[in-house]
């Protein structure tokens, strides 16, 4: 079990993504800085609370998040009244926003925003995964707020097929969409209504795609997986980040990877 996350590759820049591996759970939270103020920290306090047995349903998911917000606006709107001004009122309106993914050790998972879980099998080579659909990655996330209700249709929940030939690991959101882009593209012959509606989208992740689909082949285990699995530590990580952006297959973001 192992939790990586790196920064952008920028100077000066605050990695607001949080991961982390329990003998029970797994998960990953990204940090949504386009709004709000603390979103590393609220990320952080996301994930560092997160039960030992799983979350089930939305109605635990709401219960959960309305057990543990207090305390972490109160602290944080005790600093922002210390640094007073547009930070304090900036804090007041639009508080802090983060996604949320988790894979429980029994396979169950939640997430909300657009952070992925994936469970890969070695033998049959099927993924799955906790996200709709390649082009939804295109359209704003769902975010928890420390200060908002929930949207009961931001959270999605379910549970991965076990057995001992499976991987269980998560993603942020832009090595999220790598990872599911290059099993897409790996097995086109399934996917081309979904990857053409995802290029027909011209996005940024439409250009990604089209790169993925010129490669000669893809072996999404040997290509994708097993690169992943070989991370081992935040240098190695990085140095197949920056491989990746240099081929032009992935987006410029803070990147986490929880494995199980």
Not at 1 to 30: C, H, P, Q, W, Y
Not at 159 to 170: E, G, M, P, S, T
Not at 223 to 231: E, G, P, R, T, Y
Request: hydrophobic fraction near 40%; proline fraction near 3%; aromatic fraction near 14%.
């Amino acid at each position: 079990m192992r939790a990586i996350s790196l920064t952008k590759f920028e100077e000066g820049i605050v990695n607001e993504d949080a991961a982390i591996t329990r003998e029970n759970v797994i998960a990953v939270s990204d940090g949504a800085g386009g709004g709000g103020v603390f979103a590393e920290r609220w990320s952080q306090y996301l994930v560092s609370n997160l039960p030992d047995k799983p979350i089930t349903n939305y109605e635990s998911f709401d219960n959960w998040i309305d057990g543990i917000w207090e305390p972490f606006y109160n602290d944080c709107e005790n600093e922002a009244k210390i640094i007073g001004g547009l930070f304090l009122n900036k804090f007041y309106n639009e508080g802090s926003f983060a996604t949320l993914v988790a894979v429980w050790k029994n396979g169950d998972w939640i997430s909300y925003g657009d952070s992925v879980a994936f469970c890969f099998n070695k033998k049959t080579g099927e993924l799955q995964h906790s996200f709709t659909r390649l082009t939804d990655f295109n359209n704003p996330p769902y975010l928890i707020n420390c200060k908002d209700p929930l949207n009961e249709k931001g959270f999605r929940n379910g549970q991965f097929r076990l057995n001992n030939d499976c991987i269980v690991f998560a993603a942020s959101d832009t090595l999220a969409h790598y990872i599911l882009m290059m099993y897409e593209v790996a097995h086109g012959h399934k996917y081309m209504d979904e990857l053409q509606e995802a290029i027909d989208a011209h996005t940024k992740n439409s250009n990604f795609i089209k790169t993925a689909m010129s490669l000669n082949s893809i072996d999404f285990e040997k290509d994708v997986i097993k690169k992943l699995m070989n991370c081992s530590t935040w240098p190695f990580l990085q140095n197949h980040i920056k491989g990746l952006k240099k081929k032009g297959l992935i987006g410029h973001d803070d990147y986490s990877f929880v494995i199980m």
